[in-house]
C-alpha cells in the first residue's frame, strides 16, 4: 500500500502537468485563431498614402513605417530613384530632368536622408548620373557637414562618390578644405580613412604636401604650405626641432603600420620621406615593424623604394618570413613596373640562398615564357648574370641597391646588413639558374633574338652563364648564314614547334584526313602564282603571325596581374581571325 502523502504527492504532479498542458495548448489556439484570415503581415497589401486607412487596419512593420520620419518623402523619392538609374529605358535628358525635380523635392532635407541607407543611396545616383550644376548643388547644401559624415555609416558612401566624381575645382576645393587639419585622425577612423586615401589622389601637389605634413606634428596643421617640399627642405627650415620632428612622424607612422593601413598611398609618401631622413638605426627599427606588412608597399614608386629599404636592413629571420609570405607571387612581381625592384633587392641582399632558389629562383625559371619577354621581368635574371650594371639599371634603382650599415650602439662600429659576400651569393645563385637558361635559349633562339627584350638575356647567358655554350652558337651560326626566305621559314617553325607535334600524335585520326583532303582542294585551286606574289603573301604572313605572339604572350603573363591592355576575348578573336588567314597563305605557297 502506499503512503497516503505519496498518493498526494503523486496527484499534485499530475494536476500541474495538466494545467500546463490546459496554459500551452490556450496559447496555441490563440495564436492560431487568425490563421485562416487574409490579415497576416505577409499577405497585406503595402501601405499607400493615397487611401485613408487608420493606424489600427495596418501590421506591426507598416505602422513602424509610418511613424518613420520622412518616410512619405522617402516614398515619392525612390519612384524618381527607379527611373534615374534604370540606364536602358531612360535618356540623358530625361534623367538631367528626373534630378532636377528629385533636389527640389529634397531641398533642406538632405542631411536628414543621407545618414540612412535607403537615402543615401537614392543622393549617390543623383551624384553619379547628375550634371556639375547638380553636384555644386549638393556640395554647397552639405558644406560644413562633409567631415562629421565621413565617419558614418551610410553616409560616407555618399562623400567616396562626392569625390570621384568631383568634376569642378570648387567641388574639389570645397572638400579638402573641409577634410584638411583632421587628416591624421580619419586615417586611424574605420569608415573615413578610404576618404582620405581618395582625396589624396585627386589633389594636386600642393594639396599633397599638405596632407603629408600633418603627419609631421601639430604646428603643421595650423601653419600650412604654399609650396611643394620634401622633408629635407623643412628639417633645413626647422633645424632646432628636428628631433621632434622625426619622433612624431615615427610614432603616428607606426600608429597607422599596426593598424594595417600600409596599403594607402599617402602612407607610402610619408614612409618614404621617413627613410630618406632618418638614421640607420631608426630605419633599422622602423623595418621589424614594416617587415610582414610588405607586400602591400609594391603597388607605387614610393611603396617600393620603402619596400626595398625594409628588406635591406631586417634580419634574417624577418627576411625569411618575407620570402615565404612571396613565394608564387614572386615572378607576378617581378613583371609589375615598380615591384621589380623589391624581387631584385631580395636577390641581392638574402645570405640564404637556398631558401631563394626554393621559394623565388624556381618560380622565375617555371615561368620564364612570361619573364624573360618582359620589360621589367628579365631584368630579376639580369641582375643574377650581371649584378648592378649600368646598361639595364636607372640611377635610382642603382641607389636602391647599394649596401646598407647599421651602427653598434656598445662598440660604434657599423657593420653590412648582409654578411655574406656579394662573389659568393652570386655563384651560388648562377649555378642554379645557368644550365635551366642555356638550355631555354637553345631551344628558342630565333624567337629570343627577335624580341627587344629577350634578346638581352640571350647575350648574358652566353657572356656570364655557367656552361656548354656551344649548341646555342652552332644554331647562332646557322641562323646568320640563312637567306631571308629560309629566315622566315625557319621562324615560322620554331614558333609553330608545339603545334606540330600535337599533329604528329593525332596523324591518324578522322579530322586530320579531312583537313588535309580540304588543304589539297585548296591548292588544286590556286596552282598558278608567281614568285613576286609568293614573297608579298609570306612577308603579310609572317607580320601577321608575329602579331599573334605578342599578344598570346601578353595575355599570358598579364593573368595575375592588376595591369591589363586586352580583354580575354578580344585575344581570342584576333588570334582566331589571324589562325584562319595563316592556314589560306600556307596553302597557296604550297
Not at 487611401?51 to 524618381?80: E, G, M, P
Request: charged content about 35%; glycine content about 4%.
Amino acid at each position: 500500500k502506499q503512503h497516503p502523502t505519496q498518493t498526494n504527492m503523486s496527484e499534485s504532479r499530475n494536476s500541474k502537468k495538466s494545467t500546463g498542458f490546459k496554459r500551452s495548448r490556450d496559447k496555441f489556439n490563440k495564436n492560431n485563431k487568425n490563421k485562416n484570415n487574409d490579415d497576416r503581415p505577409f499577405k497585406r497589401k503595402k501601405y499607400d498614402d493615397k487611401k485613408n486607412v487608420s493606424l489600427d487596419d495596418l501590421s506591426k512593420r507598416q505602422k513602424k513605417q509610418v511613424k518613420r520620419t520622412h518616410f512619405q518623402i522617402l516614398a515619392q523619392s525612390k519612384t524618381y530613384w527607379e527611373r534615374i538609374r534604370d540606364e536602358q529605358n531612360t535618356s540623358n535628358e530625361e534623367r538631367k530632368n528626373l534630378i532636377t525635380e528629385l533636389l527640389k523635392l529634397l531641398d533642406g532635407q538632405l542631411l536628414n536622408l543621407i545618414l540612412k541607407h535607403d537615402g543615401s543611396r537614392i543622393v549617390q545616383s543623383c551624384v553619379k548620373f547628375g550634371t556639375p550644376i547638380h553636384k555644386k548643388k549638393i556640395c554647397i547644401e552639405l558644406k560644413g557637414k562633409w567631415l562629421s559624415l565621413a565617419k558614418q555609416q551610410y553616409s560616407s558612401f555618399l562623400v567616396l562618390s562626392m569625390i570621384k566624381n568631383a568634376s569642378t575645382n570648387e567641388i574639389r576645393e570645397i572638400l579638402f578644405h573641409e577634410f584638411s587639419g583632421n587628416v591624421l585622425n580619419l586615417l586611424k577612423h574605420q569608415e573615413a580613412s578610404d576618404i582620405i586615401e581618395h582625396l589624396y589622389k585627386i589633389g594636386d601637389d600642393i594639396q599633397k604636401t599638405r596632407f603629408v605634413e600633418e603627419l609631421y606634428g601639430n604646428e603643421f596643421v595650423l601653419f600650412k604650405t604654399s609650396e611643394v617640399r620634401d622633408l629635407k627642405t623643412v628639417l633645413k627650415q626647422y633645424a632646432d626641432k628636428k628631433q621632434n620632428i622625426m619622433s612624431t612622424l615615427s610614432r603616428n607612422l607606426n600608429i597607422l603600420i599596426t593598424k594595417k593601413l600600409v596599403y594607402q598611398t599617402i602612407i607610402h609618401h610619408a614612409l618614404s620621406e621617413y627613410y630618406k631622413n632618418a638614421g640607420d638605426n631608426d630605419k633599422d627599427t622602423n623595418s621589424k615593424a614594416l617587415s610582414s606588412e610588405v607586400i602591400h608597399l609594391i603597388r607605387s614608386k614610393r611603396g617600393s623604394y620603402c619596400a626595398a629599404q625594409c628588406v635591406s636592413y631586417s634580419t634574417a629571420k624577418e627576411r625569411k618570413k618575407i620570402i615565404k609570405g612571396v613565394q608564387e607571387e614572386g615572378y607576378l612581381m617581378s613583371m609589375e613596373e615598380y615591384g621589380h625592384i623589391f624581387i631584385v633587392r631580395l636577390l641581392d641582399v638574402t645570405d640564404d640562398t637556398v631558401l631563394i632558389n626554393k621559394f623565388i629562383v624556381k618560380h622565375l625559371i617555371d615561368h620564364i615564357d612570361d619573364v624573360i619577354f618582359d620589360k621589367h621581368g628579365r631584368l630579376s635574371i639580369l641582375h643574377i648574370l650581371t649584378p648592378k650594371s649600368k646598361k639595364y639599371f636607372p640611377d635610382y634603382d642603382l641607389e636602391l641597391l647599394e649596401p646598407c650599415f647599421v651602427r653598434n650602439t656598445v662598440s660604434g662600429e657599423s657593420y653590412r646588413t648582409s654578411k655574406k659576400e656579394d662573389s659568393k651569393r652570386r655563384e651560388e645563385l648562377l649555378n642554379k639558374v645557368s644550365q635551366p637558361l642555356l638550355d631555354y635559349c637553345k631551344e628558342n633562339l630565333n624567337n629570343l633574338l627577335r624580341d627587344v627584350y629577350a634578346s638581352s638575356v640571350v647575350e648574358e647567358v652566353i657572356n656570364h652563364a655557367i656552361g656548354d655554350k656551344t649548341p646555342i652558337l652552332d644554331e647562332l651560326i646557322e641562323l646568320c648564314s640563312l637567306d631571308d626566305n629560309d629566315y622566315d621559314n625557319t621562324n615560322n617553325k620554331h614558333k609553330n614547334k608545339n603545334d606540330d607535334k600535337k599533329k604528329n600524335k593525332n596523324k591518324n585520326n578522322n579530322n586530320n584526313k579531312n583537313n588535309d583532303k580540304m588543304k589539297k582542294k585548296k591548292i588544286d585551286e590556286n596552282k598558278d602564282i608567281s614568285e613576286k606574289d609568293k614573297k608579298y603573301i609570306l612577308k603579310r604572313a609572317y607580320l601577321k603571325f608575329d602579331d599573334i605572339e605578342e599578344i598570346k604572350r601578353e595575355f599570358e603573363e598579364q593573368k595575375g596581374a592588376i595591369r591589363r591592355k586586352l580583354t580575354g576575348k578580344q585575344t581570342y578573336d584576333k588570334f582566331k581571325r589571324v589562325s584562319e588567314d595563316m592556314e589560306v597563305v600556307e596553302t597557296k605557297i604550297r
